[in-house]
């Protein structure tokens, strides 16, 4: 098990230019989120996925944003026409989706995002 | 809408001490979860320890223990024994259930721990 990975680390782009993140979950996880950090903040949701169903949008994610997980296992997040407002670190987590209350979400390490 | 605030953006403690960190929270729910959240400098969020509202016992963690207060919509985190490798972000967190719904997360706390 070698935890939730995302790729890349680190993105910096100018604004207008699309970006395509990519998170991989824990396999046997059913359930992946995305959330987004801007600096000094907690996490803010942005969407979730029940395998390859994505269940729920925030209103953070603008019509710019899209989410995808194709087939249940690893889920892409692009922004296309990049704003200065979208720099953050994006974060992926993902849980096993048990309906428990020991279930956990396990976070992945981030995409830092610097839009010029 | 559910919020999280806390109100402590920085503390610190000294090696060995105990520290407390302060987290309150509205809900209209009546069934719901609270967590605390560690993440360390350039590293990974990771669960530290969750609470189930329900329960009237508080959840302890090894040097990790809560303070719930459902009725006063409060949930402190006591660190006892500080060590240098809790130098970290705390975030306080909600949940209408466990990992099945999204994680609302507070502003956080840096809490340094001093040698």
């Known amino acids: 098990d070698t935890g939730v990975s995302q790729d890349p680390r680190h993105k910096i782009t100018k604004r207008g230019q699309n970006v395509t993140f990519r998170c991989d979950p824990i396999?046997?996880?059913?359930?992946l989120y995305w959330y987004r950090q801007t600096l000094g903040q907690g996490p803010e949701f942005l969407t979730y996925?029940?395998?390859?169903?994505?269940?729920?949008k925030s209103r953070l994610l603008s019509d710019r944003f899209s989410a995808e997980r194709p087939k249940g296992s690893f889920s892409t997040l692009e922004i296309q026409r990049t704003e200065q407002g979208d720099s953050a670190m994006y974060l992926c987590?993902?849980?096993?989706?048990?309906?428990?209350?020991?279930?956990?979400?396990?976070f992945g390490p981030g995409t830092r995002l610097t839009v010029l | 809408a559910q919020t999280v605030t806390q109100s402590q953006p920085e503390m610190s403690v000294q090696e060995a001490e105990t520290v407390t960190l302060s987290c309150t929270y509205d809900t209209s729910e009546s069934n719901y979860y609270l967590f605390w959240y560690k993440q360390p400098p350039s590293r990974q969020m990771i669960l530290v320890i969750r609470?189930?509202?329900?329960?009237?016992q508080n959840a302890t963690e090894n040097r990790f223990s809560v303070n719930f207060q459902k009725a006063a919509k409060s949930f402190s985190l006591k660190i006892s024994d500080s060590q240098l490798g809790d130098t970290a972000m705390y975030f306080c967190?909600?949940?209408?259930?466990?990992?099945?719904?999204?994680?609302?997360f507070g502003p956080g706390t840096s809490l340094s721990v001093i040698p």
């Open positions: 609470q189930e509202a329900y329960k009237q």
């Open positions: 396999s046997e996880h059913n359930r």
């Open positions: 987590a993902s849980s096993l989706g048990l309906n428990s209350s020991t279930d956990t979400q396990y």
């Open positions: 967190a909600f949940s209408r259930k466990t990992s099945y719904d999204k994680v609302i």
């Open positions: 996925f029940q395998n390859e169903a994505q269940l729920e």
